[in-house]
C-alpha cells in the first residue's frame, strides 16, 4: 500500500509539476502579447496628409446638404402618409340635410353573422366526431 502511495504521489507532483508548466507558459505568453502591443502603440504611424481648410468646408457643407435631403425625403414620406387618397371627390351636401331613415348599426343584422355561426357549428361537430373516433379506438385498443 505503502509503494502505490508513493507512486501515486510522484504521478501527482509530475501532473503539479506540468500544471505550473503550463501555468508560466500561458503567463510568458500573455507577457510577451502585451509586449509587442506596446512596441506597436509606440511606433510612429504615417498616414493621409490633413486636409486643408477649404477641403474640410467642402465637407461640411456636402454633409449640411446630405442632411437636407434626408429631411426633406422623411417629411415628404410623412406628409403622403397622413393624407388620405380619395377615390371619389367629395359630394356636395346641402347644410339642412337629414337622411331618410337612420343608420343601424346592429352587428347581428348583417349576412356575416349567420355565416359565423355556420362555420362555428361545422367546427364544433368536427371536433366532437374527431373526439369520438379517438375515443371509440382507444377501447378497441383494450
Known amino acids: 500500500r505503502r509503494r502505490r502511495a508513493s507512486e501515486e504521489g510522484s504521478d501527482g507532483e509530475a501532473e503539479q509539476g506540468q500544471a505550473s508548466e503550463l501555468r508560466f507558459d500561458m503567463l510568458f505568453r500573455e507577457i510577451a502579447k502585451l509586449d509587442k502591443a506596446k512596441e506597436l502603440k509606440s511606433e510612429t504611424s504615417r498616414g493621409e496628409d490633413l486636409p486643408t481648410p477649404d477641403e474640410v468646408r467642402r465637407g461640411e457643407e456636402l454633409r ?49 353573422f349567420s355565416v359565423r355561426l355556420q362555420v362555428i357549428d361545422r367546427f364544433v361537430r368536427a371536433g366532437s366526431k374527431c373526439l369520438m373516433r379517438t375515443r371509440a379506438r382507444r377501447r378497441a385498443e383494450r
Not at 426633406?72 to 347644410?95: I, K, N, T
Open 64 to 112: 449640411r446638404k446630405r442632411h437636407a435631403h434626408v429631411r426633406e425625403g422623411l417629411m415628404q414620406s410623412d406628409v403622403d402618409r397622413v393624407e388620405s387618397v380619395l377615390s371619389h371627390r367629395f359630394a356636395a351636401v346641402p347644410g339642412n340635410f337629414k337622411a331618410a331613415a337612420a343608420p343601424q348599426w346592429d352587428e347581428h343584422a348583417n349576412d356575416t
